[in-house]
């Protein structure tokens, strides 16, 4: 199984990197699931430049902060459509302001990938089309642990 990580990652204080970590950690040893951590993976696609650049050439070349971004857009939708088993997603208030992880649920829930979404903002609060794209919602990521244990636990059993 392949899960891809999906939210805030250029607006989230840390670069989303805590959480992602967190639940990778738990995926891939509990679980036994592979994890696409677009965090990680941007290291590998991003020449040592780009790494470096590609946030400042949003102001300063727009050509080549697109051609480096597109890079990333390209090989993470290609993982996305192409690859994963399901989508676990962090919703908070960092995402808002972002498009990625916004896509990447609409693409997944018109593949019938399954997005399991923890959310830090009150239902109310997220986009109706957000809602409709989401499989399953949990408050926390103990209680989606569960659900996934759950879900998965002929993997466990000898």
């Known amino acids: 199984m392949l899960v891809y990580l999906a939210g805030a990652i250029e607006h989230a204080p840390d670069g989303g990197r805590a959480w992602?970590?967190?639940i990778s950690r738990f995926l891939a040893g509990t679980l036994g699931h592979r994890v696409f951590n677009p965090c990680v993976e941007e290291n590998h696609l991003l020449s040592a430049e780009e790494f470096r650049e590609f946030r400042r050439w949003k102001e300063t070349d727009l050509p080549q902060f697109r051609r480096t971004m597109r890079k990333l857009i390209n090989t993470d939708l290609d993982i996305l459509l192409n690859?994963?088993?399901?989508v676990v997603c962090l919703w908070d208030e960092h995402v808002?302001?972002?498009?990625?992880t916004h896509g990447e649920l609409t693409l997944a829930y018109h593949r019938n990938i399954p997005v399991y979404m923890v959310s830090k903002i009150p239902r109310a609060g997220i986009s109706s089309w957000i809602l409709g794209c989401t499989t399953e919602l949990?408050?926390?990521f103990e209680q989606l642990k569960g659900f996934l244990e759950e879900k998965f636990k002929k993997n466990f059993q000898t």
Not at 83 to 86: E, H, V
Not at 96 to 100: E, F, M, Q
């Open 96 to 100: 808002l302001n972002g498009g990625g």
């Open 20 to 22: 992602r970590e967190e």
């Open 83 to 86: 690859k994963t088993d399901y």
């Open 138 to 140: 949990f408050e926390n």
